[in-house]
């Protein structure tokens, strides 16, 4: 018996050309500081808090709400009539309902029914870069003109444990269509997994779980590295060919570190590294980090941008600025908006708001 040898890895690339061609952000104003969640569970010990602080959804606020005004953002950009998608695609860990999409709704809200694709995806913090994947591949595949690609969370820890310094709240959408109408052409892309299982949570359980330091070196950087790497080497560029570079954002130390690991500099992350003033958004942090760096981009400008979700995988991005970005960015909020626009809370607000207290 012959057995075959398995294929040699490829870029992920659509027979026609594919763009962003609107992308808005979200994120909810109410904010936790880090030091406050110090006050009430380790009597006050600041030093070496992994964030500032972190976006807190309001008590009306779900990833319906949010991934609705995000995606309102995208079409404001994008100009187009949302009955031209043919796809609203929302990743989250979050999702209100068990079983009931999320996606229904929001493409309701946005006026894309009834005529287009509707689903919900899952794969932790990637989520919505596995939407994003296929999303460009619909385009690109001449099936769909415009179709819609969200990343959104709200904040998941359990009380006391170190998520909850960081598990925040916000996300962002991207209308994807052809390169010819974009604000930025994704060149490429590429994914690689493994099943590493590094954060889960089973059915019924309230808050998720996570392998502690097992979830850096097996699962953040291993699937980061080897995703950047190999799209760089395919294209054969490196990290001086970029202006900017994006990366999942679970806490401040790990993007810089996985940055320097693939010889960016800390310039080059600068805008999208958000994570210390709005926490770690889960399947929304590396595509609000985009936004961001959408934000303040020139036209021509290289970004690369890679996910990762636990369990474990990394998508992988390459994407250039076209001359048509600043003068559409113009046309929604831009992402510092969102994040200037904040108020404290308590620990007992956030709880409140949160929902952590039960009477049964």
């Not at 894309?112 to 939407?131: I, L, M, R």
């Not at 991207?174 to 974009?182: F, H, K, N, V």
């Not at 060149?187 to 997994?193: F, G, K």
């Not at 607000?349 to 952590?356: A, D, E, F, L, Q």
Request: with cysteine; aromatic share 8%.
């Amino acid at each position: 018996m012959t057995l075959s040898h398995s294929p040699s890895p490829t870029l992920l690339k659509p027979s026609r050309p594919v763009g962003i061609i609107g992308y808005g952000a979200y994120v909810p104003r109410y904010r936790l500081p880090a030091k406050e969640v110090a006050r009430v569970w380790t009597g006050g010990r600041t030093s070496g808090l992994p964030i500032k602080e972190k976006a807190v959804p309001g008590m009306d606020e779900d990833v319906v709400t949010m991934s609705i005004e995000a995606a309102r953002n995208a079409l404001k950009r994008a100009g187009i009539d949302p009955a031209g998608l043919r796809a609203v695609w929302v990743g989250s860990e979050s999702h209100p309902y068990a079983v009931k999409p999320t996606s229904t709704i929001v493409a309701e809200a946005i006026g894309a029914v009834p005529n287009t694709q509707a689903a919900d995806w899952e794969f932790a913090c990637k989520a919505g870069t596995e939407a994003l994947v296929a999303a460009i591949g619909l385009v690109g595949s001449n099936m769909a003109r415009y179709s819609m690609a969200i990343g959104m969370d709200t904040a998941q820890g359990k009380p006391g444990d170190a998520l909850e310094y960081t598990a925040a709240a916000g996300g962002a959408a991207y209308i994807l269509g052809p390169a010819e109408e974009a604000l930025a052409v994704i060149a490429a892309s590429y994914s690689y997994v493994t099943d590493t299982p590094d954060f889960w949570r089973r059915e019924g359980q309230k808050y998720p779980e996570h392998g502690q330091r097992f979830t850096g070196e097996p699962a953040y950087f291993k699937h980061i590295t080897e995703a950047a790497k190999f799209l760089m080497e395919s294209n054969g560029t490196t990290a001086k060919d970029y202006k900017w570079a994006v990366f999942h954002q679970p806490n401040t130390k790990f993007p810089q570190r996985v940055a320097g690991i693939l010889g960016f500099s800390p310039e080059q992350i600068a805008p999208g590294l958000l994570v210390p003033m709005i926490g770690n958004t889960y399947a929304g942090s590396c595509l609000i980090g985009l936004t961001a760096t959408l934000d303040v981009a020139e036209p021509g400008d290289r970004i690369l941008v890679v996910s990762f979700g636990s369990g474990a995988g990394s998508d992988a991005f390459d994407i250039r600025v076209t001359d048509k970005l600043q003068a559409r960015r113009e046309l929604a909020a831009k992402t510092q908006d969102y994040i200037v626009r904040r108020t404290e809370i308590d620990y007992a607000t956030y709880v409140r708001y949160r929902g952590k207290i039960t009477l049964k």
